[in-house]
């Protein structure tokens, strides 16, 4: 992995965040442009109307795709913090949920990832009769992106997992 160092207010605000700089934001702490870009795209979705356990589901859906084992375990470890359980991030790493609406969700995010995001009216029309407003499903086109990127992040810079590993479901 490429080491570099995290300036001031970086390392302040993902200290703040998780107690440690994980090793994905070591990586990107160089050029300040890419770590201010995650780290705010990180804030401002943490704000939005997706709750952190749902955005947790899609993070691990969209990480096992990528088969990127860095974001499955950091996902899986943050989506059991917001409250699902270890069966439910199991599922959700599958793509799938015993909730309706979550297995929506899940099932668009994977959409998104196969088909390099073409996906259908149809397919928007169904996150929308699962109960999602237009603004929630902007929101999880944002979610799978952010994921797209951190897990692309991890996978080509080889980051080392510094959470506790989670086996991936795709096959090889």
């Not at 995650?38 to 804030?43: E, V, Y």
Request: charged fraction near 20%; aromatic fraction near 6%; include cysteine.
């Amino acid at each position: 992995m490429r080491t570099a160092t995290m300036g001031y207010a970086g390392r302040a605000q993902v200290h703040g965040a998780f107690g440690a700089a994980p090793a994905m934001f070591r990586a990107v702490s160089n050029p300040p442009a890419a770590r201010q870009a995650m780290w705010g795209f990180f804030g401002a979705l943490g704000g939005g109307t997706l709750p952190a356990k749902l955005s947790e589901k899609i993070a691990v859906a969209v990480a096992d795709r990528n088969r990127c084992h860095y974001c499955l375990a950091a996902h899986t470890l943050l989506g059991k913090n917001a409250g699902a359980s270890a069966e439910e991030m199991a599922e959700a790493q599958a793509g799938r949920s015993t909730d309706p609406q979550t297995a929506a969700a899940l099932g668009f995010a994977a959409k998104l990832v196969d088909r390099r995001a073409d996906v259908s009216d149809a397919d928007v029309q169904g996150l929308r009769e699962a109960g999602f407003s237009d603004e929630a499903i902007v929101e999880i086109l944002a979610h799978v992106a952010l994921n797209l990127f951190t897990n692309y992040v991890n996978i080509a810079l080889d980051v080392p997992v510094d959470f506790p590993s989670v086996k991936l479901r795709q096959a090889a």
